[in-house]
């Protein structure tokens, strides 16, 4: 099984959509563990504040079959493909590191995600594996979170009190 780290976000009824997206999750990939969620500003746009969070599952799926799942996933919580890229969206989930490996697949399959710098991905996924090296770069998550201009800064130090279900926040099922 194939350790996969996503990144969740939503800025349009965050908790309904996230608490369904992790409820597919667990449903389909069984145990998946949560990151604590934080509130962060809509980046590249003006918005309502998006609660973002990273996740652990494993699977036996390749890249594409799980990106296909995940914007099936997307699409099924409501989310427009017919609005510009940046905009507020009901849910976004995004293989950020699959395994060990880098891939430059079709559309925007890219990993490790290029939005691993933003902090809204980075800080969620250095709570969960600290220590993880980012296959192609050899940095772990903690160097390229302690170097980011955002370490230590106020939004990062207190997560949003968040219900993701049965499991409760940062906690395997």
Request: aromatic share 10%; proline share 11%; with cysteine.
């Amino acid at each position: 099984m194939i350790p996969v780290y996503l990144s969740l976000g939503s800025n349009q009824e965050p908790e309904l959509h996230l608490r369904a997206a992790v409820a597919a999750l667990r449903s389909t990939f069984g145990t998946v563990v949560l990151s604590p969620f934080y509130a962060t500003p809509a980046i590249g746009f003006d918005g309502p504040t998006f609660l973002n969070a990273a996740a652990l599952i494993h699977t036996d799926w390749d890249a594409p079959r799980l990106d296909a799942w995940l914007h099936a996933l997307e699409d099924a919580q409501g989310r427009r493909r017919d609005v510009p890229r940046f905009s507020s969206r009901t849910l976004d989930i995004d293989i950020v590191l699959y395994g060990d490996a880098c891939i430059d697949g079709p559309g925007h399959l890219k990993v490790p995600r290029p939005e691993l710098h933003h902090a809204f991905v980075l800080k969620p996924l250095f709570d969960l594996a600290p220590d993880l090296r980012v296959p192609g770069r050899g940095e772990s998550l903690r160097d390229l979170w302690q170097a980011h201009p955002e370490f230590g800064a106020t939004p990062w130090s207190t997560p949003v009190p968040f219900e993701a279900g049965p499991a409760g926040l940062g906690s395997p099922i």
